[in-house]
C-alpha cells in the first residue's frame, strides 16, 4: 500500500485525494485530522534525506508518498496520479486566507 501524507487545506492535497479516494492502493493520512498523524509525518520528515531540501527551504513537505518499501516520493506521476500544480493566483489565495486566520483560534 501506498500511503498518501497530506492536509485538507491544500489544494495540491486534495486534488490527489479525490485521485486516489476509491483506489485500494493508497491510504490517505491528512496530517490535520489528528495530532498522532503529524507525529507520524514528522517522523518520517524529519528523518529521511528525501525532506532535506524541504526542511532547508522551510517547506511543510506536503504531499508525499511512502511507497511499501519505505521509499519517499514528492512524485504524483512515480506511483501513476497527476499532478495538481497551483497558479499564482490559488497561492495568493492561500496566503490570505491564512493571513486572515492568524489570532482567530
Keep these: 500500500m501506498i500511503t498518501l501524507y497530506g492536509i485538507k487545506t491544500c489544494p495540491e492535497c486534495?486534488?490527489?485525494?479525490?485521485?486516489v479516494k476509491d483506489d485500494s492502493r493508497f491510504e490517505i493520512v491528512d496530517v490535520g485530522q489528528h495530532i498522532l498523524h503529524l507525529k507520524e509525518f514528522l517522523s518520517i520528515r524529519d528523518n529521511d534525506a528525501a525532506f532535506d531540501e524541504a526542511r532547508k527551504?522551510?517547506?511543510a513537505g506536503l504531499p508525499c508518498f511512502v511507497l511499501e518499501d519505505g521509499t519517499v516520493t514528492?512524485?504524483?506521476e512515480e506511483v501513476g496520479l497527476r499532478s495538481c500544480p497551483l497558479s499564482d493566483e490559488?497561492?495568493?489565495?492561500?496566503h490570505e486566507?491564512?493571513?486572515?486566520?492568524?489570532?482567530?483560534?
Excluded: C, H, M, W
Design 74 to 76: 514528492f512524485s504524483p
Design 90 to 94: 490559488v497561492i495568493e489565495k492561500l
Design 57 to 59: 527551504n522551510g517547506y
Design 97 to 105: 486566507e491564512a493571513d486572515a486566520l492568524r489570532g482567530t483560534f
Design 14 to 19: 486534495s486534488g490527489l485525494y479525490e485521485q
